[in-house]
Nanobody
């Protein structure tokens, strides 16, 4: 079955950096668009970033576009999100999610918590 397992979350100081990872299994990872979505405490889901199957196309929300980089290693079936200059408002549970083309998200991981605090 499809499995997406995020890791790399934790406590980071404002201005700090973090790398999130998402290990995928149960499907042909290299043929799917992949995404990062976050949910801050008490708020709704916010799409953060997406990447095309081969990795050449990357897309970002305007709120993070200058501070994050999405990438993937199709040989390792792993998705990454490198975040820098983290702010309090970046604190959230970060989910990786598979999408059908660049559209609907059809599989989700369990999420990894990022806390930004001094």
């Amino acid at each position: 079955q499809v499995q997406l397992v995020e890791s790399g979350g934790g406590l980071v100081r404002p201005g700090g950096s973090l790398r999130l990872s998402c290990a995928a299994s149960g499907f042909t990872f290299s043929t799917y668009w992949m995404n990062w979505v976050r949910q801050a405490p008490g708020k709704g889901l916010e799409w953060v970033s997406g990447i095309s199957p081969g990795g050449a196309g990357t897309y970002y929300s305007g709120s993070v576009s200058d501070r994050v980089t999405v990438s993937r290693d199709n040989t390792k079936n792993t998705l990454y999100l490198d975040m820098s200059a983290l702010r309090a408002e970046d604190a959230a549970v970060y989910y990786c999610a598979r999408s059908i083309g660049a559209g609907a998200l059809d599989a989700w991981g369990q999420g990894t918590l990022v806390t930004v605090s001094s």
